[in-house]
């Protein structure tokens, strides 16, 4: 069941287009991504359906409710942790999620989430003295303190370092297996990769494809590459190599060849070289991203 309802969004500041017919649906209980580059339209949309912003046109369904019309109806069943997150130093750890409670009828026990996200300890600690990680921890657990039925994380992780990022995607797995549907943001590829049931691509302002993170690799149909080390004193396996069906191109630098490919090649290739007893080492494949479906569907390189 849709749960979030996006039809032909649209969006102009100044003459220009920042939404130009955004379309997408996402089911109840599903980590749904939107994933761009920085300008992409990404940020708007989503303020759009949190109420935030009004669309020049479209139409949006969150539970049923219109964002704008229904503001108050839909504003206690929503979560939302913005890009721009900001607190007062000076305010207490327990004091920001007992000040966030006291904004819903129905709050989850505040104290309780200190413990789910591992604020415990940092329950008397002021803003200004909490780590990044321990920040974003602080964010989610405020964009959970009235029990919603829908969170919106934005940037979660923008500026963390890889550990607290991969810490911060371990909490965005505890938010879905608790049943919250949940909207991540991201301008990170493996983060949505990591995350997400399924992702919205937004490019200049338009949903350019929407799939399952795997889906959306498995269209970028593109050439792959399969590379190995020769041991010293092989007999050179180009040609071999170069007559397997598949195979658009073989070359060598020093003791490492390169074989590039479309289908299955590397099986075949494997396959040739053992028939032939050539041994090899450092056998490797590079695996299709999400970076190749980007640009495969938009014709140019990822920009962050």
Not at 233 to 248: K, S, W
Request: glycine residues 10%.
């Amino acid at each position: 069941m849709a749960i979030i309802e996006v039809d032909d969004l649209k969006k102009s500041y100044d003459g220009r287009s920042v939404l130009d017919g955004v379309t997408f649906a996402v089911e109840e209980g599903e980590v749904f991504g939107i994933l761009g580059p920085n300008g992409a339209g990404k940020t708007t949309t989503v303020e759009s359906i949190e109420g935030l912003r009004r669309p020049d046109s479209g139409r949006i369904s969150v539970l049923g409710l219109d964002p704008h019309r229904d503001a108050a109806a839909l504003r206690p069943h929503i979560g939302v942790q913005l890009q721009q997150t900001q607190l007062p130093d000076n305010l207490k750890v327990w004091e920001a999620l007992d000040l966030y409670a006291s904004f819903y009828p129905e709050p989850r026990d505040w104290r309780s989430l200190l413990d789910e996200w591992g604020l415990a300890r940092q329950r008397n600690t002021r803003f200004g003295k909490l780590s990044g990680g321990q920040k974003q921890r602080l964010f989610i657990a405020l964009a959970l303190v009235g029990d919603p039925k829908v969170a919106f994380l934005d940037e979660l992780t923008t500026g963390l370092d890889p550990q607290a990022r991969r810490d911060t995607w371990e909490h965005v797995k505890r938010i879905k297996a608790s049943g919250v549907t949940t909207i991540l943001v991201s301008h990170y590829m493996d983060e949505v990769e990591e995350l997400c049931d399924r992702v919205a691509v937004i490019d200049r302002g338009t949903v350019v494809a929407l799939d399952t993170p795997a889906g959306l690799v498995g269209s970028a149909a593109g050439p792959q590459q399969l590379r190995f080390t020769l041991p010293g004193g092989t007999d050179d396996p180009i040609d071999l190599v170069a007559a397997v069906p598949g195979v658009t191109d073989v070359r060598r630098d020093g003791d490492r060849v390169i074989v590039t490919g479309t289908g299955d090649f590397a099986t075949a290739v494997t396959a040739q070289l053992a028939r032939h007893h050539v041994l090899v080492a450092d056998l490797r494949i590079d695996s299709r991203s999400l970076e190749d479906a980007f640009i495969a569907l938009t014709g140019r390189p990822f920009d962050h």
